[in-house]
C-alpha cells in the first residue's frame, strides 16, 4: 500500500527582508507552501510576493494572521514587534515560527510561553544551528559519555556587519532591537547551542560590554562573559559584531576529561575530536554519524551542506511538529525565553560589574 504524503501546510511570512527570503526558502524544502507575506507596506508585500514566489500579498500582518489561507505564522520582524505578533498568532490558534528575542523582556517572553502552552499551538524559535550535522553528531557523543567529565566551555561568535563608524541598522536602536545587541542577537545561539549540545545549564555569569565606536551608546558592539553550569563545569564566550573578516563564525571547544570537541558553523562539514595520543578532523558523512546526525545529513560526504540547509531542517521539525510527529531537539518559546533569562543576567552583569543568576 502506498503511504499517503501529508497535507502541505500553508505559511504567512510577517517580514520579508533577508532573513524572511531564508525562511521562504525553507518553506519550501519542508514540502510547505507559501501562501502569504505582509510587509511594511501593501506595496512592499506585493514586490516580496513576486521575489519570494508567495501565492499572495497580505495588506498587513494582522490580516496575514487571521487569513484562513495560513497554517503557520512565520514572525521575521524588528525584535520589538515579536510579542505581539507572536501574542495575536497564538489567540487565532496558528502555529508560530518567531525569529529570536522572542521578546525584548523576560516578562513578555514567559507571557508568550504561557499563551502558547495554554493554546496548544507548537511556537518555535530558530535555534538553527542545533541542526547542522556535526553538532548533533558531538550532543550524541557527549552523551555517550566519549567525552568524559566537560569541565570547560569555551568559543566565540563574531561578525562584521557593524565594523565601520557609518555602519548602522534597525537592531542599533534599542527601542526597536532591545537592550543587547551584539549579545541579543548572536550570543544567544551560542548560548543555546551550548547549552543543547552538552546539557549543563548557565547558572551564574560575570559579563562585560563594550564599544567600538562612541555613537554607538544604546546598544554593544561586543561582550565577553564568564559562567559557570549547573553541572560545575566553567566557561566563557566573546562576542562581536565589529571584527573584521569574521562573516559569522560562530566557533566553540567543549573540553571534557578524555575528548574535546570543537566547531566552525562557517566550515560545518568538519568536526574537530581532540585526545590524548591523538586528534581527528572528521568530514561530515552520513554513513559514519550517529543516527540523529545522520538525519539531518542531507547530501552524502563531499558535498557541502550549510546554513541554509540547518534553517530548512529546523523549518522541516516544526513541520513535522504541527502534524502531530514527534521530533528530537526543536528549539521552542520555552528556549526563547531561557535566552531571554540568560541576556538580562547579561545586561544586568555589565551594568553592576558583579556575577549574576541566571533564572
Not at 566565540?156 to 534599542?174: C, G, I, K, M
Not at 564568564?226 to 566563557?236: P, W
Not at 571534557?256 to 558523512?285: C, H, K, N, V
Not at 510527529?325 to 552583569?349: C, W
Request: charged share 20%; glycine share 10%; with cysteine.
Amino acid at each position: 500500500m502506498t503511504k499517503s504524503r501529508p497535507i502541505a501546510l500553508r505559511s504567512g511570512i510577517i517580514g520579508t527582508g533577508f532573513i524572511g527570503g531564508v525562511h521562504a526558502y525553507g518553506v519550501r524544502a519542508a514540502g510547505g507552501r507559501l501562501t502569504r507575506v505582509a510587509d511594511v507596506t501593501p506595496e512592499a508585500a506585493s514586490r516580496a510576493a513576486t521575489l519570494l514566489g508567495a501565492e499572495a500579498a497580505a495588506a498587513s500582518a494582522e490580516e496575514l494572521i487571521a487569513s484562513p489561507e495560513v497554517d503557520v505564522v512565520h514572525i521575521c520582524t524588528p525584535n520589538a514587534t515579536h510579542a505581539t505578533l507572536a501574542q495575536l498568532a497564538i489567540e487565532h490558534g496558528k502555529a508560530v515560527i518567531c525569529e529570536k528575542p522572542l521578546a525584548i523582556n523576560v516578562n513578555d517572553a514567559e507571557a508568550l510561553v504561557a499563551a502558547a502552552s495554554a493554546a496548544g499551538v507548537v511556537a518555535a524559535v530558530p535555534f538553527i544551528y542545533r541542526f547542522h550535522p556535526n553538532v548533533r553528531d558531538i550532543r550524541q557523543r557527549i552523551s555517550a559519555g566519549h567525552a568524559g567529565s566537560i569541565w570547560l566551555l569555551h568559543g566565540s561568535y563574531l561578525q562584521d556587519w557593524l565594523s565601520r563608524n557609518a555602519d548602522t541598522n534597525w537592531r542599533v536602536d534599542p527601542k526597536l532591537g532591545g537592550v543587547s545587541r551584539a549579545f541579543g542577537d548572536i550570543g544567544v545561539h551560542w548560548c543555546d547551542l551550548m547549552e543543547f549540545a552538552t546539557g549543563q545549564r548557565i547558572v551564574r555569569l560575570a559579563a562585560r560590554t563594550a564599544n567600538a565606536f562612541e555613537n554607538r551608546t544604546g546598544t554593544e558592539d561586543g561582550a565577553v562573559i564568564i559562567f559557570e553550569t549547573n553541572e560545575g563545569a566553567t566557561g566563557s564566550l566573546v562576542v562581536s559584531q565589529v571584527s573584521p573578516g569574521r562573516k559569522n563564525r560562530l566557533w566553540f571547544s567543549f573540553d571534557g576529561t578524555d575528548a574535546s570537541y570543537s566547531f566552525d558553523q562557517e566550515t560545518p562539514d568538519l568536526l574537530w575530536i581532540g585526545g590524548r595520543e591523538e586528534s581527528r578532523l572528521l568530514l561530515r558523512d552520513p554513513a559514519q554519524e550517529y543516527p540523529d546526525a545522520r538525519r539531518l545529513s542531507r547530501l552524502p560526504a563531499g558535498h557541502p551542506q550549510g546554513y541554509q540547509d540547518a534553517f530548512s531542517s529546523f523549518i522541516g521539525d516544526v513541520y513535522a511538529a504541527v502534524r502531530g510527529e514527534g521530533v528530537d531537539g526543536l528549539p521552542t518559546f520555552s528556549d526563547g525565553l531561557r535566552a531571554a533569562r540568560i541576556t538580562a543576567a547579561v545586561v544586568a552583569s555589565a551594568a553592576d560589574s558583579s556575577w549574576t543568576e541566571v533564572a
